[in-house]
């Protein structure tokens, strides 16, 4: 039996099951602007993020299914989610995402998303660059990273798909010291591990813990001092 809703609500695919989804899905429920809007299904090409849920909401299967639930889920606009894509992989299934006729909207790249968090008014239309991949509006990230030199820079959620290309992104610009904060230790481990093999002489520091634990918080903060947070935690 297919999904149905009232013929006044967007029904809205994600495609992308991270950090990045969890964010906008927060966002999406909060909206006042969206409060038509409902995320019913989500793509992701990691099968083992297939058939689990993230607010509720079922990732079905991999961008070769993406016109197969367009169809069954009878949705209207689909939000790619992934800011951390290459440009390859950003047009290959955009490409795919056109011919499903539905809307087709973006959330910014993870240089964009440096200053602050996904906000609803940043998610913009698809244009023909992203579905040609052609490069994107250049950002200056030496002026956004270039003054974390010599400073501690603390990034939460550094093993989440946007928090650990901001590690690699920082490492490049000789922080005292990295510190990698995580909920899941594999996450975090894997891209220290990443990080020390690419620039050995960095000094990378890995933590686990939650955001929502104070008195985590309260440690890393006393031991450490970090002068700089990046947020990346969903």
Known sequence: QEYRHTSEQVKIMIIGAGEAANVLMREIANSRYLDNSKVVCIIDDDAKKVGKY??????????????EYARYYDIDEIIFAIPSASQDTKREILNICKETNCNLKIIPGVYQ??????NVQDIRNVDVDDLLGRDPIKVD???ILGYVSGKTVLVTGGGGSIG???CRQLVKHNPKCL????????SAYDIQQELKMTNPDANVVTLI???????RLEWLFSHYRPDIVYHAAA
């Open 209 to 215: 813990g939650s955001i929502r634990n104070n008195t």
């Open 164 to 166: 650990s290309e901001l």
């Open 113 to 118: 998303m440096m200053d602050g968090e996904i």
């Open 141 to 143: 990230v030496e002026s």
């Open 179 to 186: 510190i990698i904060f995580d909920i899941y230790e594999n």
């Open 54 to 67: 993230i607010r509720g909401v079922k990732i079905v299967g991999n961008r070769n299914q993406i016109k």
